[in-house]
């Protein structure tokens, strides 16, 4: 699959990115993909532990986690990521990225207040205008490259 230079590209030119994701071409496809949509940082994790380490010591602005991962799955990633006394990691923006179309992880991941949900395979420019759309309601330039608060109405 080819991510070209035609992907939509984030607004802003600082934006952190934290892929959570166990499979390695998975992991490498997603982070090519958001280079190309101009991410300045990108930080991996092969678990939703390793995960929520990163999340809270770089605090990204954006996450996206594949549910399925031993031995911390996606969805504790995404509750440990809530349940942050640090609210720039407490509001991180998180995208849920799964090939299994599982409606009681759907909505545990939404009473969790997850901001997206792909399922793979995915078409990578659905993927990335799903990942601009969330910063570009999310990022607040005045939180820099330390996290972004949720969007507010």
Known sequence: MSTGSKLERFSADD???????????????LTRMLKTMGAARIYEAVNGGEGLRLA???????????????PVDGLSFLGGVRAALNPKVS???????????????????????????????????????TM?????????????SVGAPPATE
């Open 56 to 70: 809270c010591e770089m605090k990204p602005h954006v996450a996206i986690c594949d549910v399925n991962m031993e």
């Open 132 to 144: 601009c759309d969330i910063v570009a309601k999310t990022y607040r330039a005045d939180w820099g």
């Open 91 to 129: 509001a991180l923006p998180v995208v849920m990225f799964t090939a299994a179309k599982d409606s009681a992880a759907m909505e545990k991941a939404r009473a969790l207040g997850v901001q997206g949900y792909l399922l793979k395979p995915f078409n990578p420019k659905g993927f990335a205008s």
């Open 15 to 29: 934006v952190t990115v934290l892929v959570v994701e166990d499979d390695a071409s998975t992991r490498s496809l």
